[in-house]
């Protein structure tokens, strides 16, 4: 009988082939939009979410995202590829408590990162000159953190099965392991070749998407009753697609208003791709 309750419903599997649907056509959308390159069809998408004057540009290829953001979403994907191949989906917990303050320190090396490149920027004594690479690896630091702090609230809120006794990573050497994979992505930026270059940007959007998205998805997951119920991945199906539409409105409106900010003067305009 419990193998059968694991089963997903003929509704469930509607949904699950929506969703699947949808974000095929926002995949192909993305990449082969006639008349318009996937470096700014990425560009426009993101365009509220930062300022996009400190970009990184590799292999000739522009990222959608400042290169802090860049960073951050990146290594929020590459945490939660570490989690899900050391079968830590359902964990409960956060990592023991050296390696959650180490997580912490490089969200707080971020944020000092981002004060005193706030301080150059204004004119106002700073330690150091602000460089991309030091805003693309504090980037990364945060995500981490961003990662396993998302995947604990969606897991203790709708999952029936979390396990509590589990933590989203146990091991130093599985910090290690994302650290590791962050370490492939500044190596794949540096190496400064559009075939590189071009799929990390899909990735950066990828990233803001996904975290976006399952942020909102949570508010009509509970209106639909799966608070503690989830046993299996097409239930969040419904939810998922709600939450897609909502973090795209979401981007759009706020990459508009950014627009109409920049046009009318209040902000400077971005570098663009």
């Given at each position: 009988m419990e193998h059968?309750?694991?089963?997903?419903?003929?509704?469930?599997?509607?949904?699950?082939?929506a969703l699947?649907?949808?974000?095929?056509?926002?995949?192909?959308?993305?990449?082969?939009?006639?008349?318009?390159s996937l470096e700014r069809t990425l560009y426009i998408a993101l365009h509220g979410i930062c300022a996009q004057t400190h970009n990184l540009i590799s292999g000739g290829v522009q990222l959608p995202l400042c290169a802090r953001d860049s960073g951050m979403y990146l290594s929020y994907l590459a945490t939660l590829g570490v989690v899900a191949a050391?079968?830590?989906?359902?964990a409960g917990r956060l990592p023991p408590?050296?390696?959650?303050?180490?997580?912490l320190?490089?969200?707080?090396?971020?944020a000092a990162d981002g004060v005193n490149s706030t301080l150059a920027e204004m004119g106002l004594a700073h330690a150091y000159a602000p460089r991309n690479d030091l805003r693309l690896l504090t980037g990364m630091g945060a995500g981490i953190g961003l990662a396993l702090v998302v995947?604990?609230?969606?897991?203790?809120?709708?999952r029936r099965n979390v396990d509590d006794s589990l933590r989203s990573l146990g091991q130093w050497r599985e910090l290690g392991m994302v650290l590791a994979a962050?370490?492939?992505?500044v190596a794949a930026l540096a190496a400064d070749t559009p075939l590189l270059a071009a799929p990390l940007a899909l990735l950066v959007a990828v990233g803001v998407v996904v975290n976006l998205a399952a942020v909102i998805s949570l508010i009509p997951s509970?209106?639909?009753g799966l608070s503690g119920r989830v046993s299996r991945m097409s239930q969040l199906a419904h939810p998922a697609i709600i939450g897609l539409t909502l973090a795209l409105t979401f981007l759009i409106a706020l990459a508009r208003y950014r627009i109409w900010l920049e046009l009318a003067g209040y902000l400077p305009l971005p570098i663009t791709p």
């Open positions: 059968l309750n694991d089963l997903a419903t003929p509704a469930e599997r509607r949904w699950s082939a699947i649907g949808l974000v095929a056509g926002l995949l192909l959308g993305a990449t082969l939009m006639p008349g318009v050391r079968g830590r989906w359902r408590l050296p390696i959650s303050l180490s997580i320190a490089m969200f707080l090396l971020m995947l604990l609230v969606l897991n203790t809120a709708l962050d370490a492939l992505i509970l209106f639909l």
